[in-house]
């Protein structure tokens, strides 16, 4: 049984809740994906915070790429991109 691995905007929104306590709408950052990630309130500890909480669930560790993305859109397609090699 193969599983999937991939990041949602919905997931990632939880994350940046959990991880950063920054509490966002998943349809506004679904909405707004290609804006900023400080248009949001996430500063860069906040997402390291979030990437950690990646590579400790997933047991994947992310490429440092990550914690220079700038949008949701750019961070989510990397992280899925890093996973899918991964699997």
């Not at 919905?10 to 506004?28: F, Y």
């Not at 700038?70 to 899918?84: C, G, H, K, M, W």
């Amino acid at each position: 049984m193969t599983i999937q691995m991939e990041l949602t905007v919905q997931q990632l929104a939880a994350l940046m809740k959990n991880a950063a306590g920054v509490a966002v709408d998943p349809e506004a950052l679904e909405t707004a994906a290609d804006s900023g990630f400080d248009t949001f309130g996430l500063d860069s500890l906040g997402l390291l915070g979030i990437i950690s909480d990646l590579e400790n669930n997933h047991g994947t560790a992310m490429p440092p790429e990550a914690e220079r993305c700038r949008t949701p859109r750019e961070f989510i397609d990397l992280v899925n991109s890093t996973l899918a090699a991964g699997a």
